[in-house]
């Protein structure tokens, strides 16, 4: 439980914009189930900082950092000594196919639908 006058920092995923087609509504849903995410919890960052106010957080703050982020991501989960390394770890069908994952996500941003963002928001303090 976060105590008040604290802060809660996090990294999360966002929807850029809502699919404007079959194509890009496939691409989202194929992350979205890839990564098991429940549909309620597809929302942009404008809507994401909303729900933030009205859980009584103040100060929410969602910065934008997929170009930063997305594209190294993949370049790395591609390396051959990556996928050796994932495929020790998770097993040899999820360590070879977890590219599916990464490639939906790649592309859910490259087409300007999902976004990868820093949250920061603070808990009032008590009698505020």
Do not use: C, H
Request: zero cysteines.
């Amino acid at each position: 439980m976060l105590a008040p006058g604290g802060v809660a920092a996090f990294a999360d995923y966002t929807l850029k914009r809502p699919p404007r087609d079959a194509l890009e509504r496939f691409v989202v849903e194929a992350a979205r189930r890839l990564w098991k995410v429940p549909r309620v919890n597809v929302v942009t960052s404008d809507a994401y900082r909303e729900t933030m106010g009205r859980a009584g957080f103040t100060n929410v703050g969602v910065e934008e950092v997929g170009r930063l982020t997305i594209p190294g991501y993949y370049r790395e989960q591609r390396r051959p000594e990556t996928i050796r390394e994932l495929t020790k770890i998770r097993g040899v069908l999820a360590g070879r196919l977890g590219w599916v994952i990464d490639l939906a996500v790649l592309k859910a941003y490259e087409m300007g639908l999902m976004e990868y963002v820093f949250v920061r928001a603070e808990k009032p303090a008590r009698g505020r």
